[in-house]
């Protein structure tokens, strides 16, 4: 199927299976939000017949993604906003170098394409050498080229790896060891991924591939933004480029988009990709917002960056006024993955959505809890996260997002982001689950068995009420002019 007359059929047998996916979706008895909604509001549309797994600690995220790469045959594609240079982010790329090196000693054309924002820190430097000496591409997305600064300030922050058109990850983890080091991590959260909903993955990724190769080159030099804005926009929406050439053609294959081996499960999934030079607001923030508009018992939400686009915040207050329940789950001070304006920026979006009765879950984490592991030796898995960097919601009982969209400011209108929303009451009810555990560790005691005598850590999360807001007004201070000023910026 490499020649010409093989991609178009190829070509008209991957429609037709998408439009008989969606003819076939099965009937669901009324939701809050239906499925054409979700689909015009988040840009999207529904695959079916997925297998879907959350990946919520450590240990089982690490080993996905080693397990992942390691069935790649013919090609894999990463994203990611950090790769650092620590134990884990070079464990990976180390793994990764050799995956790349074996697979093309039996086939030459192995592809692994490697895509790293250009503005966080710990990337796209030496450490890649390796990785690219094996064979495998590494780009900087947005970076200075040609003397020429990046075209926008946005950040590339989505999140995922996609394994032969068949396999991927997509959620809130980067390379580094905070999120895959058993001693002291942060809860993320990620969903693996079998199924027609990979296809979309990977597009969106190409896309991305194709948008950095656009301006990694002197065309950067020659053209304006409102020109390049115009040539991107135009490759996102139609898959050419304004002068009529598709650099997507050379993937349309059945190599890089293999046909779906049956049904591998029985998840409906659509995929949510945003990108700021393709639309000014993130489409995943509109779908958020029409979700908590249209909930009809409960919505949770859990971001380490809660200062919300104003809709949203809106939203989340009318659910609590007409009687839904609704929990938003955020890092206290001490816990908080950014300080200064990052914790900053937050704060009045939590001081009026305490004052309009939604429940704020604060995550103190413990700062003895490393040190716990290390004299104890207790089983990590039960020992809580340090602080929280999942991306998540989840309203009523079937529909759930997981993302690397922080849900806020920036990720609405400044980042490129990527996830999923599930139409599942099973998956849905297994991440209340996790929430439902994680506000049960109030006051938490390790029973590490014969080893040792159980091991108090203590109150390491909380409720914050009105009671607290004078604390959260006296940290902020006077910056909320400030921040109001600047919140695009976190």
Not at 176 to 204: H, K, M, S, T
Not at 261 to 277: C, F, I, Q
Not at 327 to 341: D, H, K, Q, T
Request: glycine share 8%.
């Amino acid at each position: 199927m490499r020649g010409g007359s093989g991609r178009r059929l190829w070509r008209r047998a991957a429609v037709a299976a998408w439009l008989a996916a969606l003819a076939v979706a099965p009937a669901r008895p009324a939701a809050a939000v239906d499925d054409d909604a979700v689909a015009r509001l988040g840009r999207t549309r529904w695959t079916h017949g997925n297998a879907v797994r959350v990946l919520v600690y450590p240990e089982e995220s690490w080993q996905a993604r080693l397990e992942l790469v390691e069935r790649a045959q013919h090609h894999v594609f990463i994203s990611t906003f950090s790769w650092h240079e620590d134990r884990f982010g070079d464990l990976f790329r180390e793994h990764l170098a050799r995956i790349v090196q074996a697979r093309r000693q039996s086939n030459p054309d192995f592809k692994v394409y490697c895509l790293v924002d250009a503005t966080a820190r710990g990337t796209f430097d030496s450490s890649f050498r390796q990785l690219e000496e094996a064979g495998a591409v590494v780009r900087s997305f947005n970076r200075q080229s040609w003397g020429v600064g990046p075209l926008y300030d946005p950040r590339m922050h989505d999140k995922m790896i996609v394994v032969d058109g068949r396999w991927a990850i997509v959620g809130g983890r980067n390379f580094a060891d905070e999120y895959f080091d058993p001693q002291r991590w942060w809860l993320d959260l990620e969903v693996e991924i079998e199924g027609e909903a990979v296809w979309d993955l990977q597009l969106n990724f190409l896309k991305a591939w194709q948008v950095s190769d656009l301006f990694g080159n002197a065309n950067r030099f020659f053209m304006s933004e409102e020109a390049a804005r115009h040539a991107i926009a135009t490759l996102w929406t139609t898959g050419r480029l304004p002068n009529g050439r598709s650099p997507l053609d050379r993937y349309l294959t059945a190599d890089y988009f293999p046909p779906a081996a049956g049904m591998p499960g029985g998840r409906p999934v659509a995929v949510l990709y945003d990108s700021p030079l393709v639309r000014r607001r993130a489409a995943t923030t509109d779908l958020v917002v029409e979700m908590v508009r249209s909930a009809r018992a409960e919505v949770d939400l859990m971001t380490p960056f809660p200062n919300f686009p104003a809709d949203l915040t809106e939203a989340l207050a009318a659910a609590a006024a007409r009687g839904v329940r609704v929990r938003i789950f955020v890092n206290s001070e001490e816990s908080a993955l950014r300080r200064g304006p990052f914790l900053w920026a937050g704060l009045p979006t939590l001081i009026e959505l305490i004052g309009d009765g939604v429940e704020v879950w604060a995550w103190s984490g413990n700062g003895q809890i490393a040190e716990i592991l290390a004299e104890t030796a207790c089983e990590p898995r039960a020992v809580p996260p340090v602080a929280l960097h999942g991306k998540l919601v989840r309203v009523d009982d079937d529909l759930a997002i997981v993302h690397s969209s922080n849900f806020n400011i920036r990720s609405t209108y400044y980042n490129t982001e990527a996830g999923v929303v599930v139409r599942d009451a099973a998956f849905n009810a297994e991440l209340e689950s996790l929430l439902d555990g994680l506000i049960s560790l109030r006051d938490l005691r390790l029973d590490c068995g014969e080893r040792i005598d159980d091991v108090t850590i203590g109150h390491v999360v909380e409720k914050l009420g009105p009671d607290d807001v004078p604390r959260l007004r006296e940290i902020l201070g006077n910056r909320q002019g400030w921040v109001d000023e600047l919140g695009l910026l976190w």
